[in-house]
Nanobody
Framework: QVQLVESGGGLAQAGDSLRLSCVASGRTFTPNTMGWFRQAPGKEREFVAAIRWGGGRTYYSDSLKGRFTISRDNAMNTGYLQMNSLEPGDTAVYYC??????????????????WGQGTQVTVSS
């Protein structure tokens, strides 16, 4: 059973940068896709970014593209989300997720098999 553990969240000021990590433990981790989602208080979970684990193709939410960068280290079984120019509106719990098989869409959370516990990111103005 694969487990995902996020880290790197915390308090930041507007304009700061944070890098989130998502480490996979357990049996050999070879997902098709790793994604990042976030959920702010009182709001629905929303897609942030995703990466195809093998080929490295990346996908982003249109509203975040340019500020956030997703990457992965296959050898370390770790995915990353670099967040730059943070804004108070980025305040949310950030979750990483993995899809074992190709699902077509990377934007739909329900298509991912495994989720981390989340890491809180709070951005003050």
């Amino acid at each position: 059973q694969v487990q995902l553990v996020e880290s790197g969240g915390g308090l930041a000021q507007a304009g700061d940068s944070l890098r989130l990590s998502c480490v996979a433990s357990g049996r050999t981790f070879t997902p098709n896709t790793m994604g990042w989602f976030r959920q702010a208080p009182g709001k629905e979970r929303e897609f942030v970014a995703a990466i195809r684990w093998g080929g490295g193709r990346t996908y982003y939410s249109d509203s975040l593209k340019g500020r956030f960068t997703i990457s992965r280290d296959n050898a370390m079984n770790t995915g990353y989300l670099q967040m730059n120019s943070l804004e108070p509106g980025d305040t949310a719990v950030y979750y990483c997720a993995a899809a074992r098989k190709y699902t077509g869409s990377v934007y739909i959370g329900a298509l991912y098999d495994t989720w981390g516990q989340g890491t809180q990111v709070t951005v003050s103005s």
